[in-house]
Every structure is written in C-alpha cells, then in structure tokens.
Nanobody
Framework: QVQLVESGGGSVQAGGSLRLSCAAS????????MLWFRQAPGKEREGVAI???????NYADSVKGRFTISRDNAKNTLYLQMTSLNPEDTAMYSC????????????????WGQGTQVTVSS
C-alpha cells in the first residue's frame, strides 16, 4: 500500500508562484512513478506532470515552461513548483503514484492523495 498526503496549496494572485508537496509512504516499488493531476470544477481531471524513478519528466502542454516536477527519494517527497500562475490553473491538485509510468492518464494509477486546493485570482 501507498499513502500520499499533499500540502502547499493556497490562494495566490496571477503571476505568482506556489510549491506543492506530496509526502509519500508505503511500498517503494509501487510509487516508482509519481504524478500530479488537477481538476477544476465542472472539468475533467487533467494530468499535469509525471516523473519516474530516474528523474525523467513530462508535462502537459498547458504547463510546460511554467511548472516543474521533482522528487526527493531520500525524503519520500514529490514536489510541483508552479510559476507564472494564471486563473486557469485554479483547481484541486492531487498527487498519484504507480509502479510504472504510463503517461498522464489517471486510469493507470491506483494510489491517490486527497488533494490540495490552488486558487489563482486575477
């Protein structure tokens, strides 16, 4: 089993920055791949960024150049550094994990955190 707990959300003005954290525990192999998703009210869940155990990353086009995913395996923590935030980034952000990276599609990942709210005002 894997447990994931997000933190770091909040309210920020457009153009601002936030760093999200996801503290992970449990089976290490089962969280080899880690991701950030987000879901805004009335919208489908969107994969934001993914990182494997070697540090290889990929991003949704909507956040490329603005968001950076990273992980500190010694601290069992996943991060999402968000810069140049705009109101369209407002959503509940959740981290997810799985043993293998299979793209930014939510259905492939079985371990999820509860989420942390990010609100960007104009």
């Amino acid at each position: 089993q894997v447990q994931l707990v997000e933190s770091g959300g909040g309210s920020v003005q457009a153009g601002g920055s936030l760093r999200l954290s996801c503290a992970a525990s449990g089976n290490t192999y089962s969280r080899s791949c880690m991701l950030w998703f987000r879901q805004a009210p009335g919208k489908e869940r969107e994969g934001v960024a993914i990182i494997d155990n070697y540090g290889t990353t990929n991003y949704a086009d909507s956040v490329k150049g603005r968001f950076t995913i990273s992980r500190d395996n010694a601290k069992n923590t996943l991060y999402l550094q968000m810069t140049s935030l705009n109101p369209e980034d407002t959503a509940m952000y959740s981290c997810a994990a799985g043993p293998n990276c299979q793209g930014l599609r939510a259905r492939y990942y079985v371990y999820w955190g509860q989420g942390t709210q990010v609100t960007v005002s104009s």
